[in-house]
């Protein structure tokens, strides 16, 4: 373990504008939430920050309301907060079931719903001790040249593995971004990029305020694969949102995590609309999850287990949802 945490220097900014403003003046500090990530990266040596922008301390941050027609949750948020929350089990229960999947109590009372989001990427070649990645030479990600994974390509295939994002997804997420250049409002999707060593979309000195989701989504359900049931990132997360119109599927989204560099809604599900579930749609649904999932040796499962508990949790969400 390195001594890292000791040359730390900590900015508390007050508000957004604060944040923003302290980010555009030490381009190569870090924002951190909670730190149940990026401490941990700190201490093993793949992030290097000499300055940290704390977060804790902005009350805009904080926020859980509804707006409207929207669920507004800020990105200081915690996890916990969303796991406890009356409105987001009974109405937003993808949410309400990833957030309670996430980690363990503690981690849970610190960590945040910005940090869930912007986690950074894992494999089993990066999260490791300093001395254990130098004697493997490094690899693609962080100091090396080679990709351990895949080492004729050159990209890193390490895979987002947050819980929170496929829920979001399902549920028809939009996120409000705050920087330099003032704030915009993007779909959830449009922040994540297929590239392990830059998944983010955001845009230098860019940070997520909030979180909007719309006041009445379709019924939806998270489940996901992992090693230990009580700890453990996801191998495979699954969100499924459903709304039905007489025997017909009205709508249908899955979204999935931890098996590509970036969390995402599967592609093709708008036309399994108008009809009923039978047989033959979960198999289409089948198809679909294992032609777009792409998990790579970045974990100690097998990759094509991997592929096929997806596939299996994606079928079991929507047939329980179409029949509740
Ligand atoms: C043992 C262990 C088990 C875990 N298990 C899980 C799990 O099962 N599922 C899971 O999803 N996670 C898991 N985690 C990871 C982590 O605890 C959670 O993802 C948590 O929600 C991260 O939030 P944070 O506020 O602590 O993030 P931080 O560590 O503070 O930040 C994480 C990253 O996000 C960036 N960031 C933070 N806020 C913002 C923002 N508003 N805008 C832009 N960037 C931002 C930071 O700069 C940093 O790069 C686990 C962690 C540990 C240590
Ligand atoms: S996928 Fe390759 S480049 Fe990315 S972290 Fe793993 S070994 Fe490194």
Redesign the pocket.
């Known amino acids: 373990m390195t001594d890292a945490l000791h040359s730390l220097r900590l900015l508390q900014p007050g508000s957004i504008d604060e944040a923003v403003a302290a980010l555009a003046q030490h381009p190569d500090a870090?924002?951190?939430?909670?730190?149940?990530?990026?401490?941990?990266n700190i201490r093993r040596g793949v992030r290097q920050p000499d300055l940290l922008i704390d977060?804790a301390n902005i009350a805009e941050l904080k926020q859980l309301s509804v707006d409207g027609d929207a669920l507004i949750i800020g990105?200081g948020v915690t996890?916990a907060a969303l796991a406890d929350d009356a409105l987001i089990a009974s109405r937003y229960r993808a949410l309400a079931q990833a957030a309670a999947?996430?980690?363990g109590p503690g981690?849970r009372r610190?960590?945040?719903v910005?940090?869930?989001l912007?986690?950074?990427t894992r494999c089993i070649y990066y999260n490791q001790s300093e001395w254990w990645r130098r004697a493997n030479a490094y690899c693609l990600k962080n100091h090396g040249e080679t990709c351990h994974v895949a080492p004729k390509g050159n990209r890193c295939h390490a895979a987002f593995?947050?819980?929170?994002a496929p829920a979001l997804l399902v549920l028809g997420a939009e996120i409000d971004v705050a920087g330099p250049g003032g704030s915009r409002r993007i779909p959830l999707a449009e922040l994540y990029v297929e590239d392990g060593k830059a998944h983010l979309a955001?845009k230098p000195g860019e940070?997520?305020v909030k979180v909007r989701l719309p006041a009445n989504p379709a019924a939806s359900a998270y489940q996901k694969l992992r090693v230990r049931g009580a700890?453990?990132?996801?191998l495979a997360g699954v969100a499924v949102a459903l709304a039905r119109s007489g025997a017909d599927i009205a709508q249908l989204r899955i979204a999935l995590t931890g098996t590509n560099s970036r969390p995402f809604l599967l592609a093709g599900t708008d036309a399994l609309a108008q009809r009923p579930l039978d047989d033959q749609m979960l198999k289409e649904i089948d198809q679909l999850v294992q032609q777009q999932v792409q998990p790579m040796r970045t974990t100690l499962m097998s990759s094509n287990y991997r592929r096929l508990a997806a596939a299996a949790i994606a079928r079991r969400l929507t047939g329980e949802l179409f029949a509740a």
């Open positions: 870090r924002l951190v939430a909670g730190g149940t990530d990026l401490l941990v977060a990105a996890i999947s996430i980690a981690h610190l960590g945040t910005g940090g869930n912007c986690l950074d593995s947050g819980d929170l955001l940070l997520v700890v453990d990132y996801p």
